[in-house]
């Protein structure tokens, strides 16, 4: 139980155009769900959070004009990179969370690549 | 605010030998403590975590961790390493008291190479 999936799991696209990334829990209903990035070899730094229904909440630094989310249902997230840019080639990471002192199931990641 | 140390970037074992990678963390009030497994390419997987209760936690693959409230610390353990082992491992953790965002904060990461 308690898996989580990212679709696609790698995705190259040129600079400018927009991406968006699903994030899905399998088996269980999440009333809230991460974003998260991670550059390499370093540790994952937390973008936003939302809650089914809700705005995203965001971290201080990201920019939520740029990095869109949607939390539409208890199953499904989504992050859309808009006009991205090399730098903002990265692994994206989502995790959902059925609430609680639950423990965040993560998805497998998100390799994205901007030329 | 909360926060995570994992001093060691590295850590090398010998396969069959115990293994110990160490955690320690801050928070305004009591916490809740993850550790996470990494492989290369590929999300976080769950390996065991302290809510309350018995302060030795025991989780999956053979791995278990002590949560020490008087030296804040919550370190993994292993009697036996395996050179399946070798990965990346972030310990997590989340103040009881941030019942709104309740999101993690992760330590920097330690990679584990276990040697046959």
């Known amino acids: 139980g308690a898996v989580v999936s990212q679709h696609p799991s790698r995705v190259i696209c040129k600079s400018g155009t927009s991406v968006k990334i699903e994030c899905r829990s399998l088996d269980f209903q999440a009333t809230t769900m991460f974003w998260y990035r991670q550059f390499p070899k370093q540790s994952l730094m937390l973008m936003a959070t939302s809650n089914e229904g809700s705005k995203a909440t965001y971290e ?46 993560f998805g497998p990641g998100t390799r994205l690549t901007v030329l | 605010a909360q926060s995570v140390a994992q001093p060691e970037d590295q850590v090398n074992v010998a396969e069959g030998n115990p293994l110990t990678v160490k955690c320690t963390y801050s928070v305004s009030g009591n916490p809740y403590l993850f550790w996470y497994v990494q492989y290369p390419n590929r999300g976080l997987q769950f390996l065991l975590k302290y809510i309350t209760g018995d302060n030795l936690v025991k989780g999956s693959y053979g791995f278990e961790a002590e949560f020490n409230k008087s030296q804040t610390s919550f370190h993994l353990k292993k009697p036996s390493a395996l050179v399946s082992d ?23 990461g330690t990679r584990l190479q276990v040697q046959p």
């Open chain 1, 60 to 105: 201080q630094g990201v920019e939520k004009d740029k990095f869109l989310i949607n939390h539409a249902s208890l199953t499904l997230s989504t992050l859309t990179v808009t006009s991205a840019h090399p730098e903002d080639s990265s692994f994206y990471i989502c995790s959902a969370s059925s609430g609680g002192a639950g423990e965040q199931f």
């Open chain 2, 86 to 108: 070798s990965a990346l491992y972030f310990c997590a953790v989340r103040d009881i008291m941030d019942t709104g965002r309740r999101a993690l904060t992760f330590g920097s």
